[in-house]
């Protein structure tokens, strides 16, 4: 009896532990995802206070509504063949090739996917729209037409291709393709039969998660796609905020819902066939200095690419920015006329780096005891359901999360609808995610054996956290706070329906800069923009510089 209670309680003890730390984040997720959600749910499916499910049937049947959801898929499958096509090359140039300022390059190439959407849609409109550099390129208004909106999310998307692909790329052993030469394949057919094979896991994954980030744009195609071009997500928003017709809302939500989930499903399977058998070797052997005419020039063609595709569309954002005399439009950021704002847009800095400190404690506070709780021992099927919820808010749209906070907490014992915490909570649902995902693996490195030894000697749950876990992952911790403080800065679709008239974020002020006629708004909007930037892109360096092998790929 007394051997039986020895075996058992040190693992009820580490199950009631797992427990504990998962109490919180449970109660987090249900209450500000699961629990709006569920509201929209009920909104769109009930009329007059009786469910009718043929509701979702009624909206989908309108010419409109159809149209919308044909342009939403059309446009991301666009998107996605079209990032692919660009990005691919630099995925094997990263991995194959090495050159002098290919780390400079790959922060370059990165920092498009941390800037916010507004960012991205307004540097495009910078370079394409009405006196942009492209304006009226072979006869042509770019901003007229749903090129536009493709660039941008190429541009958005590059590095996500790169990454994903090219981190496979560079550790598979490159002698396989070079035994197929030796037997006499051409170069394009060894690299058909062999290599493209063994990547297709990793194309299959960067492509649905393009898919995924495309199918649900709002930023980009709000700024960019005018009354012409709508997305579920930008159609949700019409209906919510110019219609006022929440059903309809909720109907269109509910769908994107079920599609976006169908996309996880897919893209988790996608994952586990990358995670299976392959011959990986150091990345770092297979890389060599550029060889014969034809890489010289396909890294040409890459550095070429990068240059008009990604840095062009900032450069020429700054540019705009700069084009009043005297830096006017950036001295008319600290006026308020009374019009667009309650307040001087320059506020809107201020507001945004504070709603982003609280969201970044509640994002690490959140993740940080998810990551402890699954990294334990033992972890059974229910603690990885919990691992695919914490993943929800990422493929969910931000748009949903915003209405749904719009709709369901506004009344008690949760009437927040007023209250500022609303910007922070929302914002941190979208960073606990990349905390998990952040300290999640250094977490599962540290010795189990550290924390039974301390446990012990007497050391109580709290200092055993403190002296044997914080000294292991505090840099992990400082990497997953500050890329939540990025992703909250940049937050656009859930803030625009909670962010209050008299305390703006940065990027619903650029969208509602955008939304007035004149030049002088313009200007302002190119500015914040400018300074949103410059903002996202300081925070990916300063990650970049804390960042090492064992806090993992962002």
């Known amino acids: 009896m007394d051997v039986t209670r020895t075996e058992v309680t040190p693992r009820t003890r580490r199950g009631a532990a797992r427990f504990g730390l998962m109490a919180l984040p449970v109660v987090f997720f249900a209450v500000f995802f699961a629990y709006p959600v569920a509201a929209i749910v009920a909104r769109g499916l009930q009329v007059d206070g009786v469910w009718r499910l043929g509701r979702v049937v009624d909206v989908l049947a309108q010419p ?45 190439v990165t920092v498009p996917f941390v800037l916010p959407t ?70 394009l057919a060894a690299w058909r039969k062999v290599t493209l094979p063994a990547l297709g896991p990793a194309v299959a994954a960067a492509a649905l998660m393009v898919f995924l980030f495309t199918f649900t744009s709002f930023g980009v195609v709000q700024i960019l796609g005018g009354p012409t071009f709508s997305t579920l997500e930008v159609e949700i928003y019409r209906q919510t905020s110019e219609i006022f017709d929440l059903s309809t809302a909720a ?19 996608t994952v586990r066939r990358r995670e299976g058998a392959l011959r990986l070797v150091d990345a770092s052997l297979t890389a ?6 034809g890489q010289w020039a396909l890294l040409g063609s890459v550095l070429a690419t990068v240059a008009v595709l990604l840095v062009l569309p900032l450069a020429v954002l700054v540019q705009r920015s700069l084009d009043a005399p005297g830096f006017a439009y950036y001295q008319a950021l600290t006026h308020a006329d009374g019009g667009t704002f309650l307040v001087a847009p ?26 402890a709780a699954l990294a ?35 009344k008690p014992p949760l009437n927040l609808r007023g209250s500022w915490i609303l910007v922070p909570l929302a914002q941190a649902l979208v960073g606990a995610p990349f905390v998990v995902r952040t300290m999640l693996p250094v977490l599962r490195a540290v010795d189990e054996r550290l924390r039974e030894a301390a446990a012990v000697l007497g050391a109580p749950p709290w200092r055993v956290w403190r002296e044997v876990d ?10 997953a706070a500050g890329f939540a403080y990025a992703v909250s800065l940049g937050e656009f679709g859930a803030t625009v329906f909670i962010a209050r008239p008299d305390n703006p974020t940065l990027p619903v002020a650029v969208a509602r800069l955008l939304g007035r006629a004149g030049d002088l708004n313009y200007g302002q909007a190119m500015a914040l923009s400018t300074i949103l930037m410059v903002v996202c892109a300081v925070a990916l360096l300063v990650l970049e510089r804390l960042r090492t092998d064992r806090t993992g790929e962002f």
């Not at 109907?251 to 399977?269: D, K, R, S």
């Not at 059974?380 to 919990?386: A, D, E, K, T």
């Open 64 to 108: 409109d509504i159809r149209h919308v959801l044909w342009f939403t898929t059309w446009q991301a499958l666009a998107s996605t063949a079209l990032t692919l096509l660009v990005a691919l090359p630099g995925a094997y140039v990263f991995a194959r090739m090495d050159f002098p300022g290919k780390q400079a390059l790959r922060a370059v």
């Open 118 to 187: 507004v960012v991205v849609g307004t540097a495009f409109l910078a370079l394409v729209g009405r006196g942009g550099l492209l304006d009226g390129l072979w006869g042509v208004r770019l901003d007229t037409t749903v090129w536009a909106i493709l660039l941008a999310h190429v541009f958005f998307n590059y590095a996500v291709v790169v990454r994903t692909v090219g981190g496979l790329w560079a550790q598979l052993d490159p002698r396989q393709e070079e035994a197929a030469r030796v037997l006499g394949a051409s170069r």
């Open 251 to 269: 109907v269109l939500t509910i769908v994107q819902f079920g599609a976006v989930g169908a996309i996880l499903v897919v893209h988790a399977w």
């Open 288 to 293: 060599g200095r550029p060889r014969g005419a």
């Open 346 to 371: 320059i506020d809107a800095i201020g507001n945004s780096l504070r709603y982003a400190a609280v969201a970044t404690l509640i994002a690490v506070l959140i993740g940080g005891l998810a990551a």
């Open 376 to 410: 334990r021992r033992g972890a059974g099927r229910l603690v990885r359901g919990f691992d695919a919820l914490l993943m929800l808010p990422l493929g969910v749209s931000a748009v949903t999360v915003g209405f749904g906070f719009l709709i369901a907490l506004d």
């Open 470 to 479: 914080l000294p292991i992952v505090r840099r992990a911790l400082l990497v």
